[in-house]
C-alpha cells in the first residue's frame, strides 16, 4: 500500500491490438490528466498530441466507442492527433479514434472518479 500514490488514478489496460511503439509511449509513459472542460461523453488528455505531433499514427480498429475504452486520436485527426480519451458514454466512432484497448469491466467504478484536472494513468 505504501507504493501507491492517492493523487494518481491508475487503471488497468486490456489492450485490443499489438500497439505501435508510439502509442505504448502514448499509453504508458505520458502522465495524463483531464482537461477541465471535460465532456459527458469523454475524458481527454491533450498533453500528447503535443510531444507526439510529428509521430505516425496510422488509423486502426475504429469499431464504435463503448464505456471504458481507451482511444488514441489518428493522424486522420489532424491537430489533435495523438490525444488519448477515456470514453465515458458509448457513441459512435466517425474513424478518428483508434480504439487501443479498454478498462476491464470490474474496474468501471473507477471512471466514476475521472473528474476534471484528475491526473491518472494506466497499468
Known amino acids: 500500500m505504501s507504493s501507491l500514490n492517492p493523487s494518481l488514478l491508475t487503471m488497468k489496460v486490456e489492450k485490443e491490438y499489438d500497439l505501435s511503439l508510439v502509442e ?4 504508458y509513459n505520458t502522465l495524463h490528466f483531464v482537461r477541465g472542460d471535460m465532456s459527458e461523453y469523454m475524458a481527454r488528455s491533450t ?8 509521430a505516425d499514427i496510422p488509423k486502426k480498429n475504429t469499431r464504435d466507442l463503448k464505456r471504458g475504452d481507451i482511444v488514441i486520436l489518428n493522424e ?6 495523438g ?3 477515456i470514453v465515458l458514454k458509448d457513441m459512435p466512432n466517425d474513424g478518428r479514434k483508434n480504439v487501443v484497448g479498454h478498462i476491464p ?3 468501471h467504478m473507477l471512471l466514476d472518479y475521472v ?5 491518472f494513468g494506466f497499468i
Do not use: C, G, S
Open 24 to 27: 505504448e509511449k502514448i499509453l
Open 47 to 54: 498533453q500528447p498530441r503535443i510531444e507526439f505531433a510529428d
Open 76 to 81: 486522420t485527426y489532424e491537430r489533435y492527433k
Open 83 to 85: 490525444e488519448l480519451h
Open 105 to 107: 469491466k470490474n474496474e
Open 115 to 119: 473528474t476534471l484536472w484528475k491526473k
